[in-house]
């Protein structure tokens, strides 16, 4: 979530009987509001309510630490508010129709990242990509302020390869931009986490 009102969400499962039921409100959603200080609800593009939340203690069905909710420590707000990065100098803004496309790095190594949208009045849609042996994908949308959103890449597995993790670059990135023909990937402290040309995988 943007500080600008936007959302983007992914769901995904290794299990069959959560798999076959996607959580449409968490895809479908693409911004939200505050419903009072302590309730939020997600909208949809044409801004209708898909899911409301209200402050709560951990589900008491999930155990460890995937169950505890997290606290906001002054070092964690410090973080979240923190100013987006300056692009490189030279660098200009991107528009979400120019990110549209196939990308590969720009040194030629292996890995690629395929970004889809084209959605009127939205400048968001959905990446997958792969860094020569795992796949995998999420959703993505700039922001009013100039940044963009991904989510975290889901599929993704452990195995070592030989290729760029473009989904991943791009799910860390705070903003994009382009140096001439090239796409950069910046993250939150302003370092270039790639650089991408337009091609096809081979």
Same mark, same amino acid.
């Given at each position: ?44 593009? @044409?801004?209708?309510?898909? #899911?409301?939340?209200?402050? #709560? ?5 999930? #155990? ?17 508010? @923190? !100013? ?13 129709? @120019? ?6 790095? !720009? ?33 993505? @949308? ?61």
């Amino acid at each position: 979530a943007a500080r600008s009102g936007e959302f983007t969400g992914w769901f995904s499962s290794f299990a069959a009987a959560c798999a076959a039921t996607p959580v449409k409100w968490m895809v479908n959603a693409v911004s939200f509001r505050a419903r009072s200080h302590d309730s939020w609800a997600l909208l949809d593009l @044409q801004g209708a309510e898909l #899911a409301r939340f209200t402050r #709560a203690d951990g589900p008491a069905h999930v #155990a460890g630490q995937d169950g505890v909710p997290p606290v906001l420590t002054p070092a964690l707000k410090a973080e979240l508010d @923190q !100013a987006l990065p300056a692009l490189p100098t030279g660098a200009t803004p991107v528009t979400a129709d @120019q990110l549209v496309g196939s990308w590969i790095p !720009a040194d030629g190594h292996g890995g690629y990242l395929l970004i889809s949208g084209g959605v009127p009045n939205y400048a968001g849609g959905i990446f997958r990509g792969d860094d020569g042996c795992n796949k995998s994908g999420g959703s993505w @949308q700039l922001t009013a302020e100039g940044g963009v959103m991904a989510s975290p890449p889901i599929g993704s597995t452990l195995a070592l390869c030989d290729g760029r993790d473009l989904p991943r670059a791009f799910s860390m990135s705070a903003v994009l931009g382009f140096d001439g023909p090239e796409l950069l990937l910046v993250g939150a402290d302003g370092a270039v986490l790639a650089r991408l040309r337009r091609g096809l995988p081979s």
